[in-house]
Antibody
């Protein structure tokens, strides 16, 4: 079964750092793009950026450029999303998702497998 | 103003047909970029419903269909079921913003 399993819920204070994980299984992790999506409480989906684990080609949405860092370790089939200094406004559910298709074409094809989401709460 | 505009809500009775629109621009849908649709049930992760404007992944019932014309796309759901009650999102690329975007989402209520 193809699946993405995300790390557990986090409660942090403003200014703290955080690293979320997204582990893929059941497919060749290196060959599919991984997308990160934010959903703030009661709001819609926001595209944060995308990374290709095969060569770590990473493209950030301008809204998130400089705010987060995406990375991937293909040896352990895991993608990461990191903050160096959290703000209360970072409180949200974060989803990772896999591109439908492999390789370069996958960038354009939508995402078909989603992680269960990680809830991040930032509060003093 | 959103890059992709969806109606905030639609509703229909069981068995009826509803459509959800997704309006973009000449830089997004009108430029030929594909539209993808997702369903998000309450408290769950989104699920891919339609990719590449009209294609259904395996396992998605043929009650769901997608279309695209000009700068807009639509998701149609026929034979509405109570289980279709969810939020629906379109997604496309915008060449002016050089980024992917989701529409604001449409909440479907089955009366």
């Amino acid at each position: 079964e193809v699946q993405l399993v995300q790390s557990g819920a986090e409660v942090k204070k403003p200014g703290e750092s955080l690293k979320l994980s997204c582990k893929g299984s059941g497919y060749t992790f290196s060959n599919h793009w991984i997308v990160w999506v934010r959903q703030m409480p009661g709001k819609g989906l926001e595209w944060m950026g995308i990374i290709y684990p095969g060569d770590s080609d990473t493209r950030y949405s301008p809204s998130f450029q400089g705010q987060v860092t995406m990375s991937a370790d293909k040896s352990i089939s895991t993608a990461f999303l990191r903050w160096s200094s959290l703000e209360a406004s970072d409180s949200a559910i974060y989803y990772c998702a896999r591109s439908l298709s492999e390789g370069a074409a996958g960038y354009w094809r939508g995402v078909d497998v989603w992680g269960q989401g990680t809830t991040v709460t930032v509060s003093s | 103003q959103s890059v992709l505009t969806q109606p905030p809500s639609v509703s229909g009775a069981p068995g009826q047909r509803v459509t959800i629109s997704c309006t973009g621009s000449r830089f997004s849908i009108g430029a030929g970029y594909d539209v993808h649709w997702y369903q998000q049930l309450a408290g769950a992760a989104p699920k891919l419903l339609i990719y590449g404007n009209t294609n259904r992944p395996s396992g998605v019932p043929d009650r769901f269909s997608g279309s695209k014309s000009g700068t807009s796309a639509s998701l149609a759901i026929t034979g509405l079921l109570a289980e279709d009650e969810a939020d629906y999102y379109c997604q496309s690329y915008d060449s002016r913003m050089t980024d992917w975007f989701f529409g604001g989402g449409t909440r479907l209520t089955v009366l």
